[in-house]
């Protein structure tokens, strides 16, 4: 049975082969050769990228699941194993994710006839665009699990520090745009013009309102433009502007509510001001959701392995595609401590390798934990 010394191996030559979303196909190759060196069977999918590997016998079944995608930043960490793919990189920590999951597999393999019931394990592709787990649920993989389970490492909490909550513990992320086209003119001669930049001005403050005019103080909500242009010299009045930025709630009403304010802005400003306005909304990950009881054996399992446990009292306001199973099975998902200086999506994030010392036994007793329930 592979070692520590072995999930850290598998960790870094994954780390030195990142690949984007949905290209992640020598990675999914890497994957398969692994788990088949220990025998572990590959359901056959109509998945491109990305697979789902199964140990045990029996009707109940049990998911694990990881994310494989890397992410288009150029890395600033220099270890001997960084990334040989230009402009690409495990910023996020994927790498580690697929490492202690192989290891969760490995485990499970050879304690397989002890096993009542399956673990299927998913390597989902695509997580970072927000629909690769919808691949996975469309592919019927794990339809009838008891339970799908998943993890994200966690840069500000230590080794062996674990956190996770019951109900919401990530945001829904959606992303808007609106395209204005105005007249261009001579900037000496406004009157000439329609000038989009002044459309520009009223819109971003209409939209900084949202929350703080239009949503309680106790709900939670967070819009942000990340990108504004218009223009490109100085002594002309542009034809069009450009705006666009994130949508982070907890709650589908307040998601809803949200999409029709902006929409709403986006109509009235065009007729105020007479110029056309196209509100583009993208809906990326919903809210993960945690099943109380899960949640409940999820710190029992916890603290079983030997984590300091922590209850969010509080969820995130990241984005996580695992909402892509939490929303349709019962489903818990955790934050587990890699101790990095650097966030998350930072070009020097660089995750303290003994996480992976204790992932693979929290999933492999609460793999067991479940199926031994009657």
Not at 195 to 207: A, M, T
Not at 260 to 286: K, M, S
Not at 333 to 351: C, Q, R, T, V
Request: proline share 4%; aromatic share 8%; with cysteine.
């Amino acid at each position: 049975m592979p070692q520590y010394e072995d999930y850290v191996n598998w960790r870094r030559t994954l780390h030195q082969y990142p690949e984007l979303s949905d290209a992640e196909y020598e990675t999914t190759k890497r994957l398969k050769r692994i788990l088949e060196a220990y025998d572990i069977k590959i359901i056959d999918l109509p998945l491109e990228t990305g697979l789902v590997a199964e140990v045990g016998q029996g009707e109940t079944f049990v998911a694990v699941r990881t994310d494989i995608d890397a992410l288009p930043i150029h890395e600033q960490v220099v270890h001997e194993f960084t990334s040989t793919n230009e402009g690409v990189m495990h910023a996020c920590g994927h790498d580690i994710h697929m490492a202690s999951i192989l290891a969760v597999a490995t485990r499970l393999k050879d304690i397989e006839s002890q096993l009542k019931g399956r673990v299927r394990i998913i390597f989902q592709p695509a997580e970072e665009l927000g629909y690769g787990a919808l691949h996975i649920t469309e592919s019927g993989a794990i339809d009838g699990a008891k339970a799908v389970l998943g993890y994200h490492n966690y840069p500000s909490l230590d080794v062996g520090e674990f956190a996770v909550k019951p109900g919401v513990i990530t945001s829904s992320v959606d992303r808007f745009e609106f395209k204005i086209k105005g007249t261009g003119a001579h900037a000496a001669k406004p009157e000439q013009g329609n000038d989009p930049v002044i459309v520009l001005g009223q819109l971003i403050n209409s939209v900084q309102s949202i929350v703080s005019r239009n949503l309680s103080a106790f709900d939670s909500a967070v819009v942000t433009i990340g990108e504004v242009s218009s223009g490109n010299t100085w002594n002309v009045i542009a034809n069009q502007a450009y705006v666009q930025g994130t949508v982070r709630s907890f709650d589908e009403d307040k998601r809803v509510y949200i999409e029709e304010r902006l929409r709403a802005i986006g109509n009235g400003l065009a007729e105020a001001f007479d110029v056309e306005i196209e509100t583009l909304y993208h809906r990326l990950p919903g809210a993960v959701k945690n099943d109380e009881k899960l949640t409940d054996d999820a710190i029992e399992v916890a603290k079983q392995v030997g984590y300091n446990v922590e209850v969010m009292d509080k969820p995130l306001t990241i984005g996580e595609d695992f909402s892509g199973f939490s929303n349709k099975y019962p489903s818990v998902f955790a934050f587990i401590g890699s101790n990095s200086e650097y966030d998350l999506h930072h070009p020097k994030y660089d995750p303290d390798e003994r996480i992976l010392e204790k992932v693979p036994e929290y999933f492999v007793t609460f793999v067991q934990k479940l199926l031994n329930e009657v």
